[in-house]
């Protein structure tokens, strides 16, 4: 879960701002609330831990004046006060928009704001869920370690698999300086020259005996070929 008070919003540079770039696909009489709210609402909602519809229209229920005003929510002149969108609001907004849009926004829009130098690559098959052909969703995702925050998030091809989503998923990324980390099947020469050619940061890939040579290279090395470390007082040697 995400601390709202440390993170922005409705700055330059914010949630709202990033939420602009969006296209608002309704139709605009009857219109009460703006998109933006309305997603920014429900991206609030779910960071700090609301999982269903329900959660996410009590979670917007409960909100102070000065949080509906941070979150762009209407205010109304005769009750002088903001008003936060109703549940079916936030519920149709949500099943009408480019869900793989907003991930993508609210990854860049997150990533900046964290601290971590350390980025996870890492897939998962989605528990209860189903695709159009009846199997469970396969995503591969970018999560911060320290925050354990999700910034970025790619579906794996049912034709495909999580090597060929590596790229795809950091492509929008601002990596220079971190480091990244994955298991054994993103041990790939594309994907470290990748890392370190194009987005100038760096990696640390475990190598399993499935990759025969690399392995027995790898495991010949002796201390003594390693430059010492500079943090090591003892020459030659490694600091613990």
Not at 57 to 69: C, H, I, N, P
Not at 84 to 102: C, F, G, K, N
Request: glycine share 6%; net charge neutral.
């Amino acid at each position: 879960m995400v601390d709202l008070n440390n993170v922005s919003i409705h700055e330059e540079g914010g949630l709202l701002d990033y939420l602009a770039r969006l296209k608002d696909p309704r139709k605009r009489r009857g219109i009460r609330h703006s998109q933006i709210s309305i997603l920014a609402v429900a991206i609030c909602a779910l960071l700090s831990g609301a999982k269903s519809f329900i959660a996410i229209g009590e979670w917007a229920s409960d909100l102070t004046q000065d949080m509906l005003k941070r979150l762009g929510c209407r205010y109304s002149e005769r009750l002088r006060a903001y008003i936060p969108p109703s549940e079916p609001t936030l519920r149709r907004t949500l099943q009408s928009i480019d869900a793989e849009e907003v991930d993508l926004l609210i990854g860049q829009w997150l990533e900046p704001q964290a601290q971590d130098k350390a980025v996870a690559v890492d897939g998962k098959v989605l528990r209860g869920s189903k695709g159009p052909d009846g199997k469970r969703v396969h995503l591969v995702s970018a999560l911060l370690h320290r925050e354990k925050m999700v910034i970025a998030q790619q579906q794996v091809d049912k034709k495909s698999n999580e090597i060929r989503a590596f790229k795809p998923l950091l492509e929008p990324l601002d990596l220079q300086g971190k480091v990244v980390t994955a298991d054994a099947m993103q041990t790939q020469v594309e994907n470290a020259r990748f890392i370190v050619e194009e987005k100038k940061a760096d990696y640390i890939f475990p190598i399993k005996q499935n990759q025969g040579n690399l392995f027995e290279t790898v495991r010949k090395i002796k201390d003594e070929d390693f430059s010492p470390s500079p943090h090591d007082n003892r020459e030659g040697t490694w600091a613990d």
